[in-house]
């Protein structure tokens, strides 16, 4: 037996003992396989460790004729061949990424549009879906946050977003660059503050902001279609006049800064920072529902959230009441509130039930 943090759990792993909320409420009884939904649950009870058997236990401990839990979709894509393949590419890319904004910023060596466009293209190219893609970000959190990443992933989402909306093969390689070049202007800041596992004070957050003024700065003396600059001084900008650097409104802010700016917010906040984890993407719709008709082109917000719905169908999600159930239906008014099949096999529609939520996909 081995006392292990929720934190360290491997999936896979059988407990000891029973565990325990701290009312004394029974949640997994001993001797149960844990997969990322158990994990999920004793995140949600607050668990702070549990009792792991120890491999030489698992043959005697278990109870050969109890029936295993489902696998998760999530553990399915987890063990897929196209994610292992994916993963390896999505490294490679990333480095690569690191490598030319290095050349740029400190050897003024140009950047070399085609071969970046390609490092993206050739991510999905061929082998996957817009659906496939999102299921294999999804399963990236935790592995690899970095501003690389962000710009790799925003990349993706916005090619996703210009293909939904219909936009010629010239203009998604334009969009392409611009995503992964929107941030550049980050490596400008200090990286202090930028990995500071707490709250900036108003003084940091005005430096980060920055950044978008610096990265145009840096791509201004570049061969570039003038797009791509603007997205990266304008992806912050916001259609109700609240964003920055200029507090532009929204026949002011290019589109490609608009389509740009979804990806950037929807990957971000759903990614994890040094000073939270990453918020569920049914929360992130919920927040696009709240603001963004006001916040974002309409034509585009409502078709990034329409299409998205697709990628979510079949996931199993964990909700506010420690429940777990999969996604079978879509609601196109309220996007953030689908059918799910839970566990028990009761469907439920979270319409008809406001105190519930989607915590997280799991």
């Known amino acids: 037996m081995i006392k292990t943090a929720i934190k360290d759990i491997q999936t896979g792993s059988y407990t000891a003992t029973p565990v325990y909320t701290k009312t004394g409420q029974m949640i997994l009884s001993a001797h149960t396989l844990l997969t990322a939904q158990q994990v999920s649950r004793l995140?949600?009870?607050?668990?702070?460790?549990?009792?792991?058997?120890?491999?030489?236990?698992?043959?005697?401990?278990?109870?050969?004729?109890?029936?295993?839990?489902?696998?998760?979709?999530?553990?399915?894509?987890?063990?897929?061949?196209?994610?292992?393949?994916f993963k390896v590419d999505y490294d490679k890319k990333s480095r690569y990424l690191e490598s030319s904004f290095d050349d740029l910023l400190n050897k003024n060596i140009p950047v070399e549009s085609r071969a970046l466009i390609d490092q993206v293209s050739t991510l999905y190219a061929d082998r996957l879906t817009s659906l496939s893609v999102f299921d294999m970000l999804h399963n990236m959190r935790q592995i690899d946050d970095t501003t690389f990443a962000h710009s790799i992933n925003v990349a993706l989402i916005g090619r996703m977003l210009g293909e939904w909306l219909e936009?010629?093969?010239?203009?998604?390689d334009v969009l392409t660059l611009a995503g992964l070049l929107?941030?550049?202007?980050?490596?400008?800041?200090d990286p202090n503050i930028l990995l500071k596992p707490s709250a900036l004070t108003p003084k940091e957050y005005e430096a980060v902001k920055k950044h978008a003024e610096n990265g145009a700065e840096v791509l201004a003396g570049q061969n570039l279609d003038d797009r791509i600059r603007q997205a990266a001084l304008m992806h912050h900008e916001r259609c109700d006049g609240s964003g920055y650097p200029a507090g532009l409104t929204k026949d002011e802010i290019p589109d490609f800064a608009k389509i740009i700016a979804i990806a950037d917010v929807y990957d971000a906040m759903t990614s994890n920072r040094p000073y939270r984890k990453g918020y569920c993407p049914f929360e992130v719709i919920a927040t696009f529902e709240r603001e963004g008709l006001e916040k974002y082109d309409i034509e585009y917000i409502i078709t990034f959230m329409t299409r998205i719905?697709?990628?979510?169908?079949?996931?199993?999600?964990?909700?506010?009441?420690?429940?777990?159930?999969?996604?079978?239906?879509?609601?196109?008014i309220h996007r953030s509130r689908?059918?799910?099949?839970?566990?028990?096999?009761?469907?439920i529609d979270l319409v008809k039930h406001p105190e519930l939520y989607i915590q997280a996909i799991i």
């Open 309 to 332: 719905l697709d990628t979510y169908m079949g996931n199993t999600v964990l909700l506010s009441d420690g429940n777990t159930g999969t996604v079978i239906m879509n609601n196109t």
């Open 182 to 189: 929107h941030d550049i202007g980050k490596c400008t800041i």
């Open 338 to 347: 689908p059918l799910l099949r839970l566990a028990s096999g009761e469907c």
């Open 167 to 172: 936009l010629s093969e010239e203009d998604l």
């Open 43 to 85: 995140e949600f009870y607050g668990i702070e460790w549990v009792n792991i058997q120890e491999p030489s236990d698992i043959a005697e401990g278990t109870d050969s004729g109890k029936q295993k839990e489902p696998v998760s979709y999530s553990q399915k894509v987890k063990v897929s061949k196209e994610f292992h393949t």
